[in-house]
């Protein structure tokens, strides 16, 4: 996923997704670097994956240096990648969104 692929597939000009995306103070980069670790978020969630190792997770979603990837996500979502994956369903009912704490 790059940001030429996604104003292409959108028929609109890098420019023109650039701004759009200014208005929510954010750019092509960012946002698609948010939707891979969405994406990784939810396979850490997912006990289907619980034997696939965190980092071919991160992988899998374009994260090919795990200290990279372990950086990013606490600082997205203010716990490690581990942490995550390990939290008890209680502790969280509804894992589709990031816990608060």
Request: charge should be positive.
């Amino acid at each position: 996923m790059t940001p030429q692929a996604i104003a292409a597939a959108h028929h609109i000009s890098l420019r023109h997704l650039q701004q759009l995306l200014a208005e929510d103070d954010t750019s092509p980069a960012a946002w698609i670097r948010h939707r891979r670790l969405e994406r990784c978020r939810l396979d850490l969630a997912d006990p289907r994956l619980n034997a696939r190792p965190i980092q071919a997770i991160g992988a899998h979603w374009g994260f090919t240096n795990p200290t990279h990837f372990s950086r990013l996500f606490r600082a997205t979502y203010g716990i490690p990648p581990r942490d995550y994956r390990n939290l008890q369903p209680k502790a969280c009912a509804n894992r589709q969104q990031p816990c608060a704490d």
